[in-house]
């Protein structure tokens, strides 16, 4: 999988070990607040939401029922350049009124996308509460939300990306910090080394779509360092500029 | 991320390339979900304006745009003939320039002259939407009708489409032949030499006999004997016309058996089709009403900045 | 400026004597006076006009000035000094104004507007019917004592045989020509563009080349039986070429023009132009095939004379939907260079067969006086600069009206000067004269 254009991997956030880890305490913490999972309505934002919530489903006790958003047509940035497809469809398959509805998404960031869902929802009905589950809160909200459940919570710099990554879309499994900045051609130079270093290792991937705000890069002053595991939670380092 | 939608009007099929048609049906069967919910109303097109600018008379395809724009939350404003100042005398530039000073994002219009659209996308800065011009082009007619081939038979490409009746005066025939052409289906088109214009071969084979039209076909078009229009002596009588074309239970025995009859209405019962047909379980008019919503919603979108084009 | 003017170093192309050499040409009271290498200028003002082609003035057969009548499209004084800025010396005026020139008063009105306000010469035609109505003769005798050269219901096709018959052997006697416009209208009714495919795709109605042919051949046919003389106007058919070329063979009395706009637009332009209707003309712009047989029946000479039907119209007129808007283009002031760059550079025609198509060919047909360089005939010369290149921009024409779908295109070969009765009306140096 490459990161888009104009962006380069700077950090593995987790790994396909971590990842499962983290959804399975996602999931404990879901039953620990509503021990009958089976009245739950879990709803993917789409894209890499819908494949979240099913795999949320799958380790609750009592399957709930699953649904889709796709919150395109509740987007409020209709006219930015980027087209917005249109092609993957709402589905929610019970009547919403009166249950527990647990929103799920991959990245929790402006909340723009949340606000989208939460309208789109309430269109369907009038649910007895809705919750929010993130597999990363990555910060910088512009509205007043939170998640009820997290997996894991990162700081980034604004012009940062943070991409999930599902086997079933992508190929693999992890979670990346991307930062802005030409793809590692190059290995880069450290210090007066004589020898030069091994190139990271790049999978080869699809980029993740609609999630990130594409951004013009701006013109790379560092050198993508070799990937690594994020050592702990909130404990990412954040870039120094 | 998909390659932004590349038109800012929609004045025919025949500018749209294959993917962008298919971008449209794509768009439009997600809207048809929009339209089962039980609010059916999403904010998508908030604060935007369109202008409904119908210069002939139209129930069907202008309540259709009406209910798209509702449904997408558009500002919407319909103009008829019958109540503007067109019945004064005004000229098409006076209108639009009037119309451009309300600074509307998107005109739909529908027009007795051919090229009218493409005269409004001249001088006027909104998107242009053909609702129908003159015996030229009607797009969203094709593609609600390709939506409901689409539905129907789970695909376009290799259908025999048989498009039967008043050729010369459909602007449905000319936008039907050219979009099943571009997505690889086997329109063909059946009427009596008077209905057939000069050079009509250019859009699909050609056939006047209903027989050899309908053999093996997977879907029957069947046009409106536009009565109206027919100021020049055409035919001899509407039940001539009738016995040599009209659609009766027997000819659609020559299809096959699951086929689909389509009809843009209104129709004459009787003339081009037998009200046995009409009514019939291989008519799919209240499909096509649905679907007509909804690929007028999908034209909605994507010509207004869902496509990522210039909005 | 003096009445001697000596036009010094030019090449002298005169089709009427056969001269096609480098000469100087004397010009005195308003008459061509003498021709020959190094003449002297003996107080004359000379005019240097080495490299140019001096022609006799060209003649326009077909023109709309809309004077009286329609004045906002173009006047009798704007028509024809959009006709001197072309190159052209003398327009005959077609008589479908308002009213109609159906009679000597209409015929004596224009005569005296000309001499008021014209820039070049002016022959009214009048019109074959009372109103152009295609019922009663009109008096063809007043008109021509006033002034007329022929007569013709432009725009309104003669529908009866028998008038039609009626005007060719009347005007017989008179040593008339009739003009047709032919075209059958129970076939073109209501039709805006040629039939054909692009008319299909564009979902116009579509007037056959038969309405045109049809009524050809019936001119042809009744020119033959009654001994008249019939022209043709603006063929545009190949069985209409081939029409007037069998006619032309059986010795009949038939002439034919053809227009710029025919010889080389086709029917597509309506389609790449998307509707525009500069491209709305009537006849149509034909099909290839048709054109080429237009373009072969000029170079045969089954056509006579290239003439313009210049038809002006306002942009109100012009600025509707398709099928609304006015029939005809102007074209006074792009026949020429249009003419120069893409039939002569273009290798289908000699710059001498077009300066005879447009000068001593359209005097013939019609009788007119001119057409020559001839010592002792009218001093109405056309200077052509074969090496100015520029762009058509309707702006900047002369005539009210700007219909062309000629803007824009750049094009080599311009009229330099134009002279009538020894008069600069037109000067390229000087473009305000």
Redesign the interface.
């Known amino acids: 999988m490459t990161p888009p254009r104009g962006f380069r991997e700077r950090l593995c956030l987790m790994d396909a070990a971590r990842l499962d880890r983290t959804l399975s305490r996602m999931a404990a913490e879901i039953c620990e607040r509503h021990p009958d999972t089976a009245r739950l309505l879990l709803v993917g934002v789409h894209t890499r939401g819908v494949p979240l919530a099913e795999r949320l489903a799958a380790r609750l006790p009592a399957r709930p029922v699953v649904g889709s958003l796709d919150i395109t047509l509740y987007r409020d940035d209709l006219t930015t350049i980027a087209p917005h497809p249109l092609t993957r469809g709402t589905a929610i398959p019970v009547a919403i009124d009166g249950r527990v509805v647990i929103v799920v998404d991959d990245v929790l960031f402006t909340g723009r996308t949340v606000r989208a869902a939460l309208d789109e929802l309430v269109d369907f009905g009038r649910p007895a509460r809705i919750e929010l589950a993130v597999l990363c809160d990555r910060g910088h909200r512009e509205l007043p939300i939170r998640a009820d459940y997290v997996g894991e919570t990162v700081t980034t710099a604004r012009e940062e990306i943070v991409e999930v990554r599902l086997s079933a879309q992508d190929g693999e499994e992890s979670v990346w910090l991307l930062e802005p900045g030409p793809a590692p051609v190059a290995p880069p130079q450290p210090a007066p080394a004589p020898e030069l270093p091994k190139a990271p290792q790049l999978v080869v991937h699809r980029p993740a779509a609609g999630k990130a705000p594409v951004k013009k890069a701006p013109a790379a002053k560092k050198a993508a360092r070799p990937a690594r595991p994020a050592a702990r939670k909130k404990t990412a380092p954040r870039r120094k500029r | 991320m998909s390659a932004p939608f590349p038109h800012r009007h929609l004045l025919g099929i025949e500018p749209l390339a294959a993917e962008h048609i298919v971008a449209l049906l794509d768009t439009a069967e997600t809207m048809r979900e929009v339209l089962g919910r039980p609010i059916k109303k999403v904010p998508t097109l908030r604060g935007r304006s369109v202008v409904n600018l119908f210069y002939e008379a139209s129930t069907r395809t202008r309540s259709s745009f009406e209910m798209a724009e509702r449904v997408l939350s558009a500002d919407s404003l319909s103009i008829a003939t019958a109540t503007s100042s067109v019945q004064k005398g005004e000229t098409l530039l006076d209108t639009a320039k009037n119309l451009e000073a309300m600074n509307p994002d998107m005109i739909i219009m529908r027009h007795g002259s051919s090229g009218a659209p493409h005269f409004l996308a001249r001088h006027c800065k909104a998107s242009i939407v053909n609702a129908g011009d003159g015996a030229h082009e009607h797009p969203t007619q094709a593609l609600l009708d390709a939506l409901t081939l689409r539905q129907k038979k789970g695909r376009i490409e290799g259908l025999k489409v048989a498009i039967v009746g008043d050729v010369v005066h459909s602007r449905v025939a000319r936008s039907n032949a050219l979009l099943l052409t571009k997505l690889g289906a086997r329109p063909i088109l059946c009427g009596p030499p008077p209905l057939l214009p000069i050079g009509v071969e250019q859009y699909a084979p050609v056939t006047t006999r209903i027989d050899e039209a309908i053999e093996g076909a997977d879907a029957i078009m069947m046009l409106r004997l536009q009565r109206e229009r027919m100021s020049g002596a055409f035919l001899p009588s509407t039940r001539e016309y009738h016995t040599l074309y009209g659609l009766t239970v027997e000819r659609v025995k020559k299809a096959k058996p699951d086929v689909i009859i389509l009809h843009p209405g209104p129709m004459n019962r009787g003339v081009e089709i037998a009200s046995e047909v009409a009514d019939g379980p291989y008519s799919v008019i209240l499909d096509q009403v649905t679907n007509g919503v909804a690929v007028r919603m999908a034209v909605l979108y994507l010509l207004l900045g869902g496509g990522g084009g210039e909005a | 400026m003096s009445d001697r003017l000596l036009l010094r170093g030019g090449r002298v192309i005169d089709p009427a004597r056969g001269v096609d050499a480098v000469q100087d040409v004397l010009i005195e009271a308003g008459k061509v006076a003498e021709l020959g290498p190094k003449l002297q200028p003996r107080g004359a003002a000379v005019r240097d006009v080495a490299g140019c082609v001096v022609a006799p003035g060209f003649i326009d057969i077909h023109v709309h000035l809309r004077e009286p009548g329609r004045e906002d499209k173009e006047t009798i004084a704007t028509g024809t000094r959009a006709a001197a800025r072309g190159g052209f010396t003398a327009v005959c005026a077609m008589p479908n104004t308002t009213p109609v020139n159906d009679s000597a008063a209409v015929t004596r009105f224009v005569m005296d507007r000309a001499r008021e306000a014209a820039s070049v010469r002016v022959y009214p035609i009048g019109a074959i019917t009372k109103g152009s109505l295609g019922e009663e003769l009109a008096e063809y005798a007043d008109m021509q004592k006033e002034g007329a050269v022929a007569v013709s219901d432009d725009g309104r096709p003669v529908g009866s045989a028998l008038v039609f018959r009626r005007a060719l052997e009347y005007a017989k006697g008179l040593g008339l020509v009739v003009i047709d416009h032919c075209e059958d209208p129970t076939l073109s009714h209501?039709c805006c563009m040629n039939?054909?495919?692009?008319?299909?795709?564009?979902?116009?109605?579509?007037a056959?080349a038969v309405s045109e042919s049809v009524i050809v051949e019936r001119d042809i046919a009744l020119a033959e039986l009654t001994g008249g003389r019939v022209h043709i106007a603006h063929l545009s058919t190949a069985a209409a070429v081939d029409a007037v070329r069998r006619g032309k063979a059986r010795g009949v009395k038939v002439t034919a023009e053809a227009t710029p706009h025919h010889l080389l637009l086709i029917d597509e332009l309506v389609r790449e132009r998307?509707?525009d209707t500069a491209t709305k003309m009537n006849p149509p712009l034909r099909n290839e095939r048709d054109r080429l047989a237009v373009l072969a029946g000029l170079k045969d000479g089954t056509i006579d004379c290239i003439a313009t039907d210049h038809a002006p119209h306002t942009v109100?007129d012009k600025?509707?939907?398709?099928?609304?808007a006015a029939f005809g283009i102007v074209g006074l002031e792009t026949a020429v260079p249009l003419a120069l760059d893409r039939l002569v550079r273009a290798g289908h025609l000699t710059l001498v067969q077009l300066v005879e198509r447009m000068s001593s060919a359209p005097a013939r047909v019609l009788g007119l006086p001119g057409g020559t360089l001839a010592p002792g005939a009218p001093a109405d010369v056309t200077v052509l600069d074969l090496a100015r290149r520029a762009r058509v921009e309707p702006e900047t024409f002369a005539s009210k009206s700007r219909n062309t779908p000629f803007g824009g295109l750049e094009l080599t070969g311009w009229p330099r000067l134009t002279l009538v009765g020894g008069r600069v009306v037109f000067d390229a140096a000087e473009p305000a004269v």
């Open positions: 209501g039939e054909g495919p692009v008319a299909t795709r564009l979902g116009l109605r579509g056959p998307e509707y109100d600025r509707v939907e398709y099928d609304q």
